[in-house]
């Protein structure tokens, strides 16, 4: 029963997903091209700040970031922690399910905080 129900996962789970950029054949660019950089570059406004105001606006970006970062972090881990729980529930190993729930944990935590 087990088997079975891991090779249809697997089987499922290879046919729903799509192939990578590296696997198609054919040329293709891995970026935008150079005239959409120039573009953007000439199209981007100049800030003239002073230079407390520049370290003020860099320390609010550097803090937000670190916040998305830890938000980001929270949220991969959640997913992770609960589908951990739940395989340590159905497969009845409670290793699992302790490491899921502690995952989840501290998940939430990140995410919160």
């Not at 696997?23 to 981007?44: C, D, K, N, V, Y």
């Not at 970006?61 to 938000?71: E, I, S």
């Amino acid at each position: 029963m087990r088997t079975a129900f891991i090779a249809i996962s697997v089987l499922s789970l290879s046919l729903a997903s799509r192939p990578a950029t590296a696997q198609i054949q054919g040329p293709r660019l891995m970026g935008p091209s150079a005239e959409t950089l120039q573009a953007t570059a000439a199209l981007s406004p100049v800030a003239n700040a002073t230079p407390v105001a520049s370290a003020d606006s860099s320390a609010n970006l550097a803090t937000v970031a670190v916040a998305r970062a830890g938000k980001r972090t929270g949220t991969a881990l959640m997913i992770a922690g609960a589908a951990a729980l739940v395989t340590g529930l159905i497969i009845d190993e409670d290793v699992v399910t302790v490491a899921g729930a502690i995952a989840a944990g501290v998940g939430l935590f990140l995410y919160l905080r």
